[in-house]
């Protein structure tokens, strides 16, 4: 039963005021965090239209998928995390913003192959599983009174280790490597959301003005985004029929 105000202690209302602010912070991050997520799904299958008519690829297509320029799309959106991540201090939170929904646009066009690899039912099944795992995890992130600090040097050095083995697999073709790596990687991304759900609470900061507070909330939004697409991918490379 909620107390009255009337019948507070002054810390007792302090806390109830932090409380309130720490979830509309935290809706902040998840509400950025979905937008992001509409961006990418909106633009990767529009661009899967306009890319194949007919069955065949379009002018679009081969430009996006065959021609030099399909190394740009796919490397831009890494350098643009890295420089978004090392920049948004001295963004103002709507510069930020922006930023944030270009990326997921660029994310959304270089996802947009996975509806010519995958059946779109599977892409869609497998969509809600990820959504499924994210919740459950970051719900844990959230709610769990154990520190996961020291998760999240393990799961950084796991996250390298994925890294290092999809390069090395992109050479040999390896289907038993990418099952390993798409297994791994579920741990390692599910593990990541309840890690940074935890961080991004932690981040929150009562004093912090509005501005501060937005710009904390975009770049909690764009971790756990990379956590949900990349768990996503991991998971369809386990579970997607391909076409």
């Not at 806390?15 to 912070?25: F, I, K, N």
Request: no cysteine; net charge neutral; glycine share 10%.
């Amino acid at each position: 039963m909620a107390l009255d105000p009337r019948m507070m202690s002054r810390a007792q209302a302090a806390d109830a005021h932090v409380d309130v602010g720490l979830r509309q912070y935290m809706l902040g991050v998840y509400n950025h965090m979905t937008i992001g997520l509409a961006i990418t799904g909106l633009i990767a299958l529009g661009a899967s239209f306009l890319a194949i008519q007919g069955g065949q690829l379009t002018g679009f297509g081969y430009a996006i998928y065959v021609s030099p320029l399909k190394w740009v799309i796919m490397l831009a959106p890494i350098g643009m995390v890295f420089l978004f991540a090392a920049r948004i201090q001295s963004m103002a939170s709507s510069t930020a913003q922006t930023v944030f929904w270009i990326y997921a646009a660029l994310m959304g066009l270089s996802l947009s192959s996975i509806f010519l690899v995958y059946t779109g039912e599977s892409i869609t099944r497998v969509f809600f599983i990820a959504a499924g795992m994210f919740a459950g995890t970051s719900l844990y992130g959230y709610t769990t009174k154990k520190d996961l600090t020291g998760m999240g040097s393990f799961l950084f050095m796991g996250l390298i280790g994925i890294l290092i083995a999809s390069v090395v697999n992109i050479f040999l073709a390896s289907s038993a490597l990418q099952f390993g790596i798409s297994v791994i990687g579920v741990l390692v991304f599910a593990g990541l959301t309840a890690y940074d759900t935890q961080s991004i609470k932690n981040d929150y900061w009562e004093g912090d003005d509005s501005e501060t507070q937005a710009k904390k909330s975009i770049y909690g939004a764009l971790r756990l985004y990379l956590d949900f697409i990349n768990l996503f991918i991991m998971l369809l490379s386990l579970f997607g029929n391909r076409e």
